[in-house]
């Protein structure tokens, strides 16, 4: 599926696989490491993402 997103002020557009996690998302076709992957469950709180001032 295509999505658009605005990144840090950047807009993005891509083809993406309908269940790719957002984490996967900004590290693997924005480059965004900052996000870290814990324990695939999202249950650590290593991959919290913040948007719009509040997290997600």
Do not use: F, Q, W
Request: charged share 20%; net charge neutral.
């Amino acid at each position: 599926m295509k999505i658009k997103t605005n990144v840090n002020g950047k807009s993005h557009a891509h083809d993406v696989e309908p269940r790719t996690l957002l984490a996967h998302y900004l590290r693997e076709n924005l480059s965004l490491t900052g996000t870290h992957i814990g324990c695939d469950t999202s249950s650590c709180g290593s991959c919290t993402v913040h948007m719009d001032g509040g997290s997600a």
